[in-house]
C-alpha cells in the first residue's frame, strides 16, 4: 500500500511500527500520565506534526534530557524538523533550545549526526536559519 499526498508538511508515513494502540488519545493518554518518552515515539510513528508539537510542549524541561535518548536515528530526523518548526513560531526560545541542544549532543555522542550527516542536514539547516533569525530579533 502506498500512500501519495500533495502535502509536503506530511512527510514520511513509516507504518511498520504501529500497531493498534497507537492512536492520538493514547499519545494524550501518555502525556497526561507523564510518560513523554512513550508519547513522542508515538507521536513520531504517526508523523502528525500537532501530536509531536502536543508532546513537545507537554515535556517539563528537567525530563527533555531524559525523553531524547529514546528517539530513534529513524525518527530524529523528523523530530529536528519540527522542533526547527516549533521554534519559529514559539514565544518559549529557552525551552526549544533545551530540545536542540539535548539532541544534538545526544545523538551527536553517539556518532549518528556524523556517520548519518547527508540524512540530518536539511534539518540541521533548518535549525540554524530558525535560530540565527531569533538571535537577529533578540
Known sequence: LLIYSLDDDLGLFDPIQITEEVTPLTIQTNCDRGDYTKALVMALQL????????????????????????????????????VAKSLQTSPHVEFYLEWTLQLLQVHGSQG????????????????????SGKNEDL
Open 47 to 82: 508523523n502528525e506534526y500537532s501530536l509531536v508539537h502536543t508532546v513537545l510542549e507537554s515535556t517539563p524541561v528537567d525530563r527533555i534530557a531524559h525523553v531524547v535518548p529514546h528517539v530513534s536515528p529513524a525518527s530524529l530526523e523528523r523530530l529536528l524538523q519540527y
Open 112 to 131: 549518528c549526526l556524523s556517520k548519518y550527516r547527508g540524512r540530518y542536514i536539511r534539518a540541521i539547516k533548518s535549525l540554524h536559519k530558525v535560530i
